[in-house]
T-cell receptor
Framework: DQQVKQNSPSLSVQEGRISILNCDYT??????FLWYKKYPAEGPTFLIS?????DKNEDGRFTVFLNKSAKHLSLHIVPSQPGDSAVYFC????????????FGEGTQLTVNP | KAGVTQTPRYLIKTRGQQVTLSCSPI?????VSWYQQTPGQGLQFLFE???????NKGNFPGRFSGRQFSNSRSEMNVSTLELGDSALYLC??????????????FGPGTRLLVL
């Protein structure tokens, strides 16, 4: 049972344009959501997070939107840069799950110069 | 402040052997979690240790075990290795492992290949 899903395995955008990565979840107990970026041969690097009491969180070029009624979140990167090319993972945790993170399958973002 | 470190970075073992992986968390972090990443299953939670006690466990067989020492360093052991255990094993640390609103920081991982 995949509780966190990233339906797009890959996404390709032009440098300077917006990248939108999507994530859906099914578990209503999730109340904290995170995005991680992963380069080959490295561990995931924390990017940005959002609590279920908010619907938007910004950090520089990165913005995460949360739609609780649709159980959907998205990560917007504006403007996209070639260095953003990586695999992006959406992850979720809940009050009852402690530190356990449930991850999506990841989306490979390629930003073309 | 140094990040999460994992040793070794790469390992090759044969079926039936056992393996021990090590993780040193960020200084001051007391929670250590382990994840397995495979192409087919993505990142799967193995277990979490806090103050030398296993506090949370994922859906993995008993061949996967771990422990945590008083300095918060953690080890993960896999016994009777199977081909399907080939994966990237990631360790993550956080201050208290409180879940919501507490970010976990990952190490570079140990790439295990079972032949």
């Amino acid at each position: 049972d995949q509780q966190v899903k990233q339906n797009s395995p890959s996404l390709s955008v032009q440098e300077g344009r917006i990248s939108i990565l999507n994530c859906d979840y099914t578990n209503s107990m999730f109340d904290y959501f995170l995005w991680y970026k992963k380069y080959p041969a490295e561990g995931p690097t924390f990017l940005i997070s959002i609590s279920s009491i908010k619907d938007k969180n910004e950090d520089g070029r990165f913005t995460v939107f949360l739609n609780k009624s649709a159980k959907h979140l998205s990560l917007h990167i504006v403007p996209s840069q070639p260095g953003d090319s990586a695999v992006y993972f959406c992850a979720a945790s809940g009050y009852t799950s402690g530190s356990r993170l449930t991850f999506g399958e990841g989306t490979q973002l390629t930003v073309n110069p | 402040k140094a990040g999460v470190t994992q040793t070794p970075r790469y390992l090759i073992k044969t079926r039936g052997q056992q393996v021990t992986l090590s993780c040193s968390p960020i200084s001051g972090h007391r929670s250590v979690s382990w994840y397995q990443q495979t192409p087919g299953q993505g990142l799967q939670f193995l277990f979490e240790y806090f103050s030398e006690t296993q506090r949370n466990k994922g859906n993995f067989p008993g061949r996967f075990s771990g422990r945590q020492f008083s300095n918060s360093r953690s080890e993960m052991n896999v016994s009777t290795l199977e081909l399907g255990d080939s994966a990237l094993y990631l360790c993550a640390s956080s201050l208290m492992g409180g879940g919501a609103l507490e970010t976990q920081y990952f190490g570079p991982g140990t790439r295990l290949l079972v032949l």
